[in-house]
């Protein structure tokens, strides 16, 4: 099992940015997950799809509604991923997620889907106001 605690939420003005984290624990997270991801909640909407970064770091998948903005990166040596929020939006709040694939999928585009993650955190909350 792994246990995922998301950080780094907060209220903050249309522009601006954030850094979420996420920390894993529980089994080895480089060894066993496939691929991390983030999602977002927005009130009385579904959890949608963020970004997704695969075990190695180096391919990595975004919405289109997040290009250019968002990055995501992870440290293995830290068990940690790592979304950094920049030009916010008010459109982007939401409570945001970060999970984990214990799964090899050939492409990236499978782990835009919720189905494809095994573990979730509580998720943290942001809030952009304009």
């Known amino acids: 099992q792994v246990a995922l605690v998301e950080s780094g939420g907060g209220a903050v003005q249309a522009g601006g940015s954030l850094r979420l984290s996420c920390a894993a624990s529980g089994r080895t997270f480089s060894s066993y997950s496939m691929a991390m991801g983030w999602f977002r909640q927005a009130p009385g909407k579904e959890r949608e799809f963020v970004a997704a970064?695969?075990?190695?770091?180096?391919?990595?998948v975004y919405a289109d509604s997040v290009k250019g903005r968002f990055t995501i990166s992870r440290d293995n040596a830290w068990n940690t991923v790592y979304l950094q929020i920049n030009s916010l939006k008010p459109e982007d709040t939401a409570v945001y997620y970060c999970?984990?694939?214990?799964?090899?999928?050939?492409?990236?585009?499978?782990?835009?889907?919720?189905?494809?993650?095994?573990?979730w955190g509580q998720g943290t909350q942001v809030t952009v106001s304009s």
């Open positions: 999970a984990a694939s214990f799964t090899y999928y050939t492409s990236n585009g499978a782990y835009t889907s919720l189905s494809a993650y095994d573990a």
């Open positions: 970064i695969r075990r190695s770091g180096d391919s990595t």
